[in-house]
């Protein structure tokens, strides 16, 4: 088995760009107790990439694709949701779940990367993650997840046998 964790990154001062010093601390805290990773991807967005960095990784890859997902989506699936709440937008058939649905092909390119048995980590950001683990599991009980992941909280993506099987809730204790 083949396993994904797909967070969300760490705190910034809006409307800056680059992670606070609590968010540093907290990215720290986090990556603690995660890894080893394969391979690390996070979106172009300097919050993600400096989330890996603190939480101890060596970036990878940045992709564009989980930078921004435009105003077609965020009018389907504005920020914040529950869980549910962007599965319901993705179940709708439009912008959210074709972007939903890419996001999955990312993440399934992903997982045939790796070796059986390995792991990848991917940092993107508030409903980036809830879409592309719906889209991953989509017959999930999604009203079990909650509400939207916070900082640094996500979702553990398990590959077996050429698919996405199951998902394991990450929250942050607070």
């Known amino acids: 088995m083949k396993t994904i964790e797909i967070r969300r ?4 001062s809006n409307p800056g760009v680059h ?3 609590q968010g540093v601390t907290l990215a720290r805290l986090v ?3 995660l890894g080893p990773f394969d391979r690390v991807v996070t ?8 989330t890996a960095i603190a939480m101890g990784f060596a970036v990878d890859e940045q992709n564009e694709l989980m930078s921004t997902y435009g105003d077609s989506v965020e009018r389907e699936a504005p920020y914040p949701l ?8 993705v179940s709708r058939g439009g912008a959210a779940a074709r972007y939903a649905n890419q996001l999955k092909e990312l993440y399934t390119k992903l997982a045939n990367f790796l070796a059986d048995g390995r792991a990848a980590l991917v940092v993107n950001h508030g409903g980036v993650v809830e879409m592309g683990a719906v889209a ?3 017959d999930a009980d999604h009203f079990q997840w909650g509400s939207h992941f916070e900082y640094c909280e996500g979702i553990r993506l398990f590959w077996d046998d050429g698919k996405f099987v199951e998902g394991e809730i990450l929250r942050v204790s607070k």
């Open 19 to 21: 992670l606070n010093q």
């Open 9 to 12: 990154h760490s705190i910034r």
């Open 82 to 89: 529950s869980c549910a709440g962007y599965a319901d937008a």
């Open 31 to 33: 990556g603690q107790n």
């Open 136 to 138: 991953c599991l989509p």
């Open 43 to 50: 979106s172009t967005l300097p919050r993600a990439f400096e």
